[in-house]
């Protein structure tokens, strides 16, 4: 059974801090993982990951894969109220792309 | 452009009865997948669709169907409720089965 674990569960940080949320994962069929960022309803999109090594970068927040040790990291840097939320990672198996998703990490930034 | 859209958005049934959720993907998105989020759960895949056909399907129930319409809109649909059923279903839809999928605010079912 595909398994995907998050870590830690949740963590509360000042804003202005630099936080790293970890994803571990065992699948078969690796196709991608994703991370996503669920504040009230949807989670929002943020980074696909496919290739080892290469760090994918949106503004505060990187990214980067590891297929060899089979993990994940997102940082969060110089953090702010805007960033407390749910962060899930996914993993997408298979043909039919389907995602299996971890638990999420509850991150709350204080001003 | 606008992104995935769900109705209703809020659901309440009882035991025992039926209920059909809706889903508009995003413009020129050819797969929709349908996931179940339980409170402090990440989501759990139900099913996927694309071009029409059922791609995948998740650990759920012959109680839990679905189809896709030729417009690529969805329908998820539960018979039988049972408590447990009571839960955030999201669709999210992608380009193609290699794009990363996008979601839609999700359905709030609660069933009583």
């Known amino acids: 059974e595909d398994k995907v674990v998050q870590s830690p569960l949740s963590l509360v940080v000042h804003e202005g801090d630099t936080v790293t949320l970890n994803c571990s994962y065992e699948v078969t069929n690796f196709r991608s993982l994703l991370w996503y960022k669920q504040e009230k309803k949807a989670p929002t999109f943020l980074f696909m990951l496919?290739?080892?090594?290469i760090e994918k970068k949106s503004g505060r927040l990187s990214s980067i894969l590891d297929k060899k040790e089979l993990f994940s990291i997102l940082n969060i840097t110089a953090t702010q109220t805007g960033d407390s939320a749910i962060y899930l990672c996914?993993?997408?198996?298979?043909?039919?792309?389907?995602?299996?998703f971890g638990k999420g990490i509850t991150l709350s930034v204080r001003p | 452009d606008a992104g995935v859209t769900q109705s209703p958005t809020h659901l309440i049934k009882t035991r025992g009865q039926h209920v059909t959720l809706r889903c508009s993907p995003i413009?020129?998105?050819?797969?929709v997948s349908w996931y179940q989020q339980v409170l402090g759960q990440g989501p759990q895949f139900i099913f996927q669709y694309y071009e029409k056909e059922e791609r995948g399907r998740g650990n759920f129930p012959d109680r839990f169907s679905a189809r896709q319409f030729p417009n690529y809109s969805s329908e998820l649909n539960v018979n039988a409720l049972l408590l447990g059923d009571s839960a955030l279903y999201l669709c999210a839809s992608s380009r193609d089965v290699d794009q990363p999928q996008h979601f839609g605010d999700g359905t709030r079912l609660s069933i009583l």
């Open positions: 413009s020129g998105h050819k797969s």
């Open positions: 496919t290739s080892s090594g």
């Open positions: 996914a993993v997408e198996t298979g043909a039919n792309s389907k995602l299996t």
